[in-house]
């Protein structure tokens, strides 16, 4: 026994070393590392500042496609838009094109009181939505260069939409028309699309048409706009 004693006692005394410097490095890390950033701990900071950041537009289809933010977005957008009476009547792209028209102020009122609702929200729900909704950001930065390649287009609205009927990028969006019409791809014209649209049809286009844009690189938008632009000579409403 007399033999282990003094090994015992040298590995105790490792041990409460290691213990010891363990310790140290966990102070010295603690104090060198900085605090979460707020915009990591609360994602709604950046939420709130969408409007002076994004195109009206964008920041509300982001908004709407989000569905758990829909009831908690519903009486700011209800109070702007009276005609509507239910919240499944309200689609994206609708919310998108109607909330983006407005003048600046009346949307910065609303996205206020949206932003509002969803900071009472319970906590585990506030941070999942704004978590969500500042994962769109990508493709809202490029919605404005999107948005300006379209104006860029002298042709009226339904001709562009109808060019790009014909671009194999753009065609899917195109499907539910299809559908509600029952016309087949290959018999229907560019022109008979654009031309027969409603305006909740066309708000949906256009709207889903720059946010596909918006996803492009920049060099599969001017490979798009350049076929957009070859076909709109063709293409009679």
């Known amino acids: 026994m007399s033999s282990l004693a003094p090994r015992l006692l040298f590995v105790l005394l490792l041990l409460t070393l290691a213990a010891a410097c363990r310790r140290g490095v ?36 982001a908004l709407w496609e989000c569905e758990p933010a ?22 994206p792209a609708w919310i998108a094109s109607e909330m983006g028209n407005l003048p600046a102020d009346t949307q910065g009122e609303a996205w206020g009181e949206v932003c509002d609702a969803i900071a009472a929200a319970d906590p585990a729900e506030r941070y999942l939505i704004s978590a969500t909704l500042v994962r769109q950001q990508g493709w ?23 060019a790009a009927f014909l671009q194999p990028e753009t065609q899917g969006l195109f499907d539910p028309i299809l559908r509600a019409r029952r016309w087949n791809r290959e018999r229907v014209s560019p022109g008979e699309i654009g031309g027969t649209l409603t305006s909740a049809e066309h708000a949906a286009l256009t ?16 490979r798009w706009l350049n076929a957009v632009r070859d076909a709109l000579p063709g293409i009679a409403i």
């Open 26 to 61: 966990r102070a010295e890390g603690g104090s060198a590392t900085l605090p979460p950033s707020a915009e990591l701990e609360s994602p709604l900071t950046q939420v709130r500042e969408w409007p002076t950041r994004f195109p009206g537009q964008a920041v509300w289809l």
């Open 70 to 91: 829909r009831p908690l977005a519903w009486p700011a957008v209800r109070s702007r838009l009276t005609y509507l009476r239910r919240i499944s009547e309200a689609e």
């Open 140 to 162: 809202m930065s490029q919605w404005t260069v999107a948005v300006n390649a379209l104006r860029r287009f002298s042709a009226p609205g339904e001709a562009v939409l109808g």
């Open 207 to 222: 709207i889903g048409l720059t946010r596909r844009l918006a996803a492009m690189t920049e060099t599969e938008r001017a």
